[in-house]
């Protein structure tokens, strides 16, 4: 699936919670998939012109976007579809690749904030935790402790990784 196309799956589906303006639609992919997912402003808008232009939503006189019929069906089938996984991008990997050159202090800086970040990501997933315990179950309920699960699992799995590579670098100079 295109990244195009993914980013389809994301505004179609942030709009099967309820009708909203291309704003509240990014502020709803932060507040939900922003662990995992992110768009910007600058592809919100033209996916919600292309959308509407397709038939797969419709926008009021208040300038709020909801999904038709045809746009569920479209969400479902684009959700069936088999994803792929583009070559990761990692800045961090990139730099420690290359640790030599920049030298064990350094990489070890590096190491500490990305461990630095990786617990609060981990404290950010519990406070989402907390939260959803509070909330009465849904039927979407299952699908979200999925995903937060899979977020809480990758932090902790990073932060042991960090471990790891700070007690093998050699030592400072």
């Given at each position: 699936?295109?990244?195009r ?30 662990h995992f ?9 033209p996916?919600l ?40 991008r ?7 690749f ?7 202090d ?65 030592p400072?100079?």
């Amino acid at each position: 699936m295109t990244r195009r196309a993914q980013t389809d799956v994301a505004v179609l589906g942030a709009l099967t919670t309820a009708p909203m303006t291309g704003y509240a639609v990014r502020a709803a992919i932060v507040e939900t998939l922003g662990h995992f997912w992110s768009e910007s402003f600058g592809q919100i808008y033209p996916t919600l012109a292309r959308l509407t232009a397709a038939g797969l939503v419709t926008k009021d006189d208040d300038g709020r976007f909801t999904i038709t019929p045809t746009g569920r069906t479209r969400l479902r089938a684009r959700l069936a579809e088999p994803y792929e996984v583009g070559p990761p991008r990692n800045p961090l990997l990139l730099r420690l690749f290359f640790g030599r050159t920049l030298g064990p202090d350094a990489c070890r800086a590096l190491l500490r904030d990305a461990g630095a970040r990786a617990a609060a990501q981990l404290a950010a997933l519990a406070a989402v935790r907390a939260e959803v315990a509070a909330e009465p179950p849904s039927p979407d309920h299952p699908y979200g402790l999925i995903t937060l699960d899979y977020g809480e699992r990758m932090a902790r799995a990073h932060l042991e990784w960090v471990e790891a590579s700070l007690a093998a670098l050699p030592p400072g100079r």
